[in-house]
C-alpha cells in the first residue's frame, strides 16, 4: 500500500516537472526571435508608405490575401512574418489593413476608440513587440476623431449623457486635450480639435513608455522604433511624424521618477 503510494506521488511528481519544462520551454520558444529576418523599423515604415501610397492613388494591390497565405497563417507563426504594432482608432473609416495595403499576417494590430493606450492595450503591445519581434510600433491617429472630438466638446461645457462604460475610457483622452488649451489659448470652438488629435498621438506615446519597462528597453536598446502618424480621412493619405518626436519623449520618462521599474509581471 505505502508502495503503491509512493509510486503514485512519483508519478504525479514526474508530470508536474514535465508540465513545468514543457510550458517554459514553450514561452521561451515564443520570445526566441524569428527565424526568418525582419526588415528594420526603417525599412517597415517604407514598405508602409509605399503600401499607403498605393491606396490613396487607387493602386492597391491587396497583397497577402491569397488562399496561400491563409494556408500559411494555419501552419506558421505569425512572429516569423508580422513586421509592425500598429495601433489605431476603432472608426470604421480606418481599415488598417487597407490604408497600408498589406495583408495577413503582415501587421499586429491594436483597435479601440481614441487609439489611447491603457493597461489591456500596453499589454498587447507588448505582446506585438516581444512576442510578435516586430521592430515597428505605431501610434495612428485620424482626422475627425469622434472620441477626441466629444471630449473636447464636453470639456468645453458641452454636456452629453455618455454609456455607463465609457466615462472610463474618455478618461485617457481628458489630460491631452487639456494640454491642447493650454498650449493654444487663441483657439476656440471646433478649431481646436485637430491640435488635440496630434496632441494625443504624443501622449499615448509617453503613457506606454511611461507604464513599460520592456517597451523602453526594446526602444533604448535600438531594437524597436516608434512612430506617430495620422491618417487624412479626406485623402487617405497618412502623415508620418518623424521618429526624433517618440526619442525626445523617451529621454523624457527616462528622466521620470514616476516611471514603472519592475519589466516583467510577479
Not at 497583397?63 to 482608432?89: F, G, W
Not at 501610434?139 to 473636447?152: E, F
Request: negative net charge.
Amino acid at each position: 500500500m505505502e508502495h503503491n503510494f509512493f509510486v503514485l506521488i512519483t508519478t504525479l511528481l514526474g508530470f508536474l516537472s514535465f508540465f513545468i519544462f514543457f510550458s517554459k520551454s514553450a514561452n521561451a520558444a515564443d520570445m526566441e526571435p524569428p527565424r526568418i529576418p525582419k526588415p528594420t523599423s526603417e525599412q517597415v515604415s517604407e514598405i508602409l508608405k509605399n503600401g499607403n501610397k498605393r491606396f490613396y492613388t487607387g493602386k492597391s494591390v491587396y497583397p497577402n490575401t491569397d488562399a496561400a497565405r491563409i494556408m500559411l497563417a494555419n501552419n506558421e507563426n505569425q512572429k516569423e512574418h508580422a513586421y509592425a504594432t500598429i495601433v489605431s482608432c476603432s472608426d470604421s473609416r480606418v481599415p488598417v489593413e487597407l490604408i497600408f495595403d498589406v495583408g495577413i499576417m503582415d501587421v499586429f494590430v491594436v483597435r479601440v476608440a481614441g487609439n489611447i493606450c491603457h493597461n489591456n492595450e500596453i499589454g498587447t503591445i507588448e505582446y506585438g513587440l516581444t512576442y510578435v519581434h516586430t521592430p515597428l510600433l505605431i501610434i495612428l491617429g485620424h482626422t475627425r476623431c469622434g472620441a477626441i472630438t466629444a471630449v473636447t466638446h464636453a470639456l468645453q461645457g458641452k454636456e452629453q449623457r455618455l454609456a455607463r462604460n465609457i466615462p472610463h475610457l474618455v478618461e485617457n483622452i481628458i489630460p491631452p486635450v487639456k494640454k491642447t488649451f493650454l498650449r493654444h489659448p487663441d483657439l476656440c470652438g471646433d478649431d481646436i480639435i485637430p491640435y488635440a488629435i496630434e496632441e494625443n498621438i504624443w501622449h499615448v506615446i509617453e503613457t506606454v513608455f511611461m507604464r513599460s519597462p520592456v517597451v523602453r528597453h526594446l526602444v533604448a536598446d535600438g531594437k524597436v522604433k516608434v512612430a506617430g502618424a495620422m491618417y487624412d480621412l479626406a485623402t487617405g493619405k497618412i502623415e508620418w511624424f518623424p521618429f526624433e518626436k517618440s526619442d525626445e519623449i523617451l529621454a523624457k520618462v527616462e528622466a521620470s521618477p514616476d516611471k514603472e521599474i519592475e519589466p516583467f509581471a510577479s
